[in-house]
């Protein structure tokens, strides 16, 4: 058989039709992925974290983390239900959210929203810190309604989590650029006098880059979102927008110090354009583990 055979003019057509055919489509089949499909697949990512300053009480116990979810921006309440089902089902111990519920308004999804916050289930809490849309959405709007779903704001304050006869301390910082953050009312121990300095310090801040200075608290995990993971990331390059104080920390699992780890989460919604390329939205579960169990 003669493969040196010049291909015949039909041929030539047909393969040159196909390839063209391909290159037209690729954007557009592209497009479609990144804006209908991506933005509705949610992962769910599981780690472990070690801890020797971890009471043997609180061992193995779950954490579900989420993040922005920017309801009333290609979010409405539909999907939040499907979505709290989803974190039912994981049966967490404690719940927390780390900002942006809404985009921009919150009188149109304000009762559904508590409904569905309210189905929630967590023995040890629901815990949440506001974002900085929230603020653009009104910011005691949005504390009523995570209040009236049950779950506790904490803004630039730390409560004692009591379990099985040990303590830990959970804090949380009011939101870095829009509100009035105050790490030292979160943080310092001083504030809070009632705490142990010795307790473990579970720490929600919306913004991710501000591990930098809760490093120099008594922080043991900080969870955050607020970087939607750069939404759009390209192979080799790297998520290609990232929002302020959330540049250094875009998106998983942060070695901060010794015994300090940060986790940032991808986020639910999506901002400022309605897309998601290699970077879907996520779920974190959070199991802790006592060295000492």
């Known amino acids: 058989m003669d493969t040196n055979r010049p291909i015949s003019r039909s041929a030539f057509l047909k393969l040159s ?28 990512n599981y780690l472990q974290l070690p ?3 971890l009471p043997r009480a609180f061992h193995l116990k ?19 239900g ?6 039912r089902k994981l049966k967490p111990d404690l719940i927390c959210f780390t900002g942006d519920l809404f985009h921009e308004s919150v009188e ?15 023995p040890l809490g629901k815990w949440a810190v506001l974002g900085n849309h929230d603020y653009t959405a009104g ?3 949005v504390e009523r309604v995570l209040s009236s779903g049950g779950f506790t704001l904490l803004r630039n304050r730390s409560v004692t989590l009591e379990h099985g006869g040990s303590q830990i301390r959970i804090a949380g910082l009011d939101d870095a650029l829009e509100g009035s953050p105050n790490l030292d009312f979160a943080l310092a121990d001083e504030g809070s006098r009632e705490h142990d300095p ?18 120099s608290y008594r922080v043991n995990l900080q969870l955050s979102g607020h970087s939607h993971g750069g ?8 998520p290609l927008i990232l929002p302020d104080l959330a540049r250094r920390y875009p998106e998983g699992l942060y070695r901060i110090a010794d015994e300090m780890y940060l986790y940032t989460n991808r986020g639910i919604g999506v901002s400022s354009y309605p897309v998601r390329f290699l970077c879907r939205p996520e779920l974190t579960v959070i199991t802790l583990e006592s060295t000492e169990a």
């Open 108 to 122: 149109s999804h304000a009762s559904s929203t508590i409904r569905l916050l309210s189905l929630l289930e967590a």
């Open 17 to 44: 039709t196909r390839w063209l055919a391909g290159l037209l489509a690729a954007p557009i089949t592209g497009f479609s992925y990144s804006r209908w499909l991506e933005p509705k697949w949610i992962e769910t």
């Open 82 to 87: 499907q979505l709290i089902e989803r974190i």
């Open 139 to 141: 910011a005691k709007d």
């Open 231 to 238: 939404q759009v990331r390209i192979p080799l390059v790297g």
């Open 198 to 215: 010795a307790a473990f310090t579970l720490f929600l801040a919306h913004e991710p880059d501000l591990a930098e200075y809760a490093a």
């Open 62 to 80: 779950k954490i579900v983390l989420f993040s922005d979810i920017h309801l009333d921006f290609h979010f409405g309440i539909h999907r939040l």
């Open 51 to 53: 801890y020797t300053s």
